[in-house]
Nanobody
Framework: VMLSESGGRSVQAGGSLTPSCQLTAATGANLCGEVCVGWVSQAPGKERLGVAFIYTGGGSSYYVRSAQGRFTISPDDAKNTVHLLMKSLKPEESGMYYC???????????????????WGQGTQVTVTS
């Protein structure tokens, strides 16, 4: 599985951003129905933390407490893409945002980076005050 992020940029505090993650299987198969896809953030000098994740085969999405009510993760099966709508962004949410995928359904501990098998290169999000 290959993952490619796009859509990161600089935005003012309080603004919105929607990075996207393109999923590609080596065999060319549609994987959107088979994996748990998460967005994992890493602020400078800090560890990675999953902020939102969803099983693209259907079911609930999960969000860390700080993201609840402001972030929305949504798959686009037709395009093998998963989007992350982020609203009311804060300067402390600046950092690299990685798309990651793990085989099978999502569990609440998919906040942990070690739950993921595949990673993208990341896209930079900068929130200015």
């Amino acid at each position: 599985v290959m993952l490619s992020e796009s859509g990161g940029r600089s935005v003012q505090a309080g603004g919105s951003l929607t990075p996207s993650c393109q999923l590609t299987a080596a065999t060319g198969a549609n994987l959107c129905g088979e994996v748990c896809v998460g967005w994992v953030s890493q602020a400078p000098g800090k560890e990675r933390l999953g902020v939102a994740f969803i099983y693209t085969g259907g079911g609930s999405s999960y969000y860390v407490r700080s993201a609840q009510g402001r972030f929305t993760i949504s798959p686009d099966d037709a395009k093998n893409t998963v989007h992350l709508l982020m609203k009311s962004l804060k300067p402390e949410e600046s950092g690299m945002y990685y798309c990651a995928a793990g085989e099978g359904v999502c569990y609440s501990d998919h906040e942990k980076p070690e739950r993921y098998d595949y990673w993208g290169q990341g896209t930079q999000v900068t929130v200015t005050s």
